[in-house]
């Protein structure tokens, strides 16, 4: 089944839309394809800002509305306690508001940007889309994420190169308990990353450390600025280290 077929045969849909690269394809396709389609974007603690900003801009270059919902994940003690299966938890409760949403406005059928590069079997949120029957289009169609790029850079989307950005949430060790404080330092602390010209990067949170994972390539670029990086960070987190372990693709 080709993306096309998918769309004649689900001419109304409602898509959860981050801001990265496979949701804004998936969007961009509906358009192309005649298919109605109502993106909507959770708000929430977990979302960096940019992510927000992204999703209006593809929307507006789109021509289509974007309904924005706020959520508080970090009200379930099963997300915030962190445990292996918060995604699950997480998903349910991000999907829960979309479903509720867009019933609400009139579609009963869901999609996200789940595509056929993931490994299902190591993300539990996945398991939360099946039980809620959300469809995930590139998945179905074997679309994988070097497709999805190839089509979004002939589709001349301004995502088609975007580094691949899991939730703020992920930079927490699991069984460590997430808080909004704790989130917020870490989003400002990649904040300075991109200020300083570093991209594809994570900033993970070892207790009051920063560890810093970075594509082999940006190593030396992180030893020149040292001092610029120690000192941009240290608002933040008490220490700085460098993985020394390239950062590979999420």
């Not at 409602?14 to 961009?28: E, I, N, Q, R």
């Not at 920063?210 to 190593?219: D, E, I, R, S």
């Not at 993985?243 to 590979?248: F, K, M, S």
Request: charged share 25%; hydrophobic share 40%.
């Amino acid at each position: 089944m080709t993306l096309q077929e998918f769309f004649t045969r689900h001419p109304r849909l409602a898509l959860g839309l981050s801001g990265g690269v496979d949701s804004a394809y998936l969007l961009a396709e509906a358009v192309r394809c005649g298919c109605r389609i109502q993106p909507y974007f959770v708000d929430s603690p977990f979302q960096p800002r940019f992510e927000l900003e992204h999703a209006r801009r593809l929307c507006e270059e789109q021509g289509v509305e974007l309904k924005v919902l706020p959520a508080q994940p970090l009200a379930d003690e099963n997300v915030r306690q962190n445990g292996p299966l918060r995604c699950y938890y997480c998903k349910k409760q991000v999907f829960g508001a979309i479903l509720a949403a867009a019933k609400a406005d009139g579609f009963e059928e869901i999609i996200d940007g789940t595509n056929a590069s993931d490994d299902a079997s190591d993300r539990p949120g996945m398991r939360a889309l099946e039980e809620m029957r959300v469809y995930s289009p590139l998945r179905l169609c074997g679309v994988t994420k070097a497709q999805v790029r190839q089509a979004s850079r002939e589709l001349g989307l301004f995502t088609w190169n975007k580094p691949a950005y899991a939730c703020l949430a992920t930079r927490i060790p699991t069984g460590t308990a997430i808080t909004t404080e704790v989130l917020q330092r870490v989003e400002a602390a990649e904040n300075e990353l991109f200020r300083l010209g570093f991209s594809d990067f994570r900033v993970r949170c070892v207790g009051d450390t920063a560890k810093l994972q970075l594509p082999a390539a940006q190593f030396s670029k992180a030893l020149e600025q040292r001092k610029e990086l120690v000192k941009a960070l240290k608002p933040q987190f008490a220490a700085v280290v460098l993985d020394l372990e390239p950062r590979g693709e999420e």
